[in-house]
C-alpha cells in the first residue's frame, strides 16, 4: 500500500490545517491509521490514531481538543483536521498505517506516507 501525504503549508498562529493521507489500494480500508510528526533534531511523535472503522479514535494530551482524525472511506483517504495551531505543532507530518499497530509506536507500522511540511509562524 503506498500512501500520499498532503495538504502541509504555511499557517499563522490560531489558524487551521487539514492533511489529507490518500492510499493507493482498498486494503486500506482494512487498516488502523496513525499521524505522526517529527520536528528538527527532535524524535517522530504521535499525534493521533484511527482504527480501521472509524470506531475509535485517540491523540495524545498535547494535541487533543485541536486535532480531528477521520476517514473516508470512498476516497481511500484518511484526514487530520488541525484547529487552533501553534508554534510547536510546526513538524514534518507523517501518515502511516498497519493491520495492528500499537498506535503510539512508529515501529509497529508498515507503511507510511513521504510526509508533509508544516509551518505554524508566531
Known amino acids: 500500500v503506498q500512501l500520499q501525504a498532503s495538504g502541509g503549508g504555511l499557517v499563522q498562529t490560531g489558524g487551521s490545517l487539514r492533511l489529507s493521507c490518500a492510499a493507493s489500494?482498498?486494503?486500506?480500508?482494512?487498516?488502523?491509521v496513525g499521524w505522526f510528526r517529527q520536528a528538527p533534531g527532535k524524535e517522530r511523535e504521535f499525534v493521533a490514531y484511527?482504527?480501521?472503522?472509524?470506531?475509535?479514535?485517540y491523540y495524545p494530551d498535547s494535541v487533543k481538543g485541536r486535532f480531528t482524525v477521520s476517514r473516508d472511506g470512498a476516497k481511500n483517504t484518511v484526514y487530520l483536521q488541525m484547529n487552533s495551531l501553534k508554534p510547536e505543532d510546526t513538524a514534518v507530518y507523517y501518515c502511516a498505517a498497519s493491520a495492528s499497530p500499537v498506535m503510539s509506536l512508529p515501529g509497529s507500522y508498515t507503511y507510511w506516507g513521504q510526509g508533509t511540511l508544516v509551518t505554524v509562524s508566531s
Open positions: 484511527i482504527t480501521w472503522s472509524s470506531s475509535s479514535t
Open positions: 489500494e482498498r486494503t486500506f480500508s482494512r487498516l488502523g
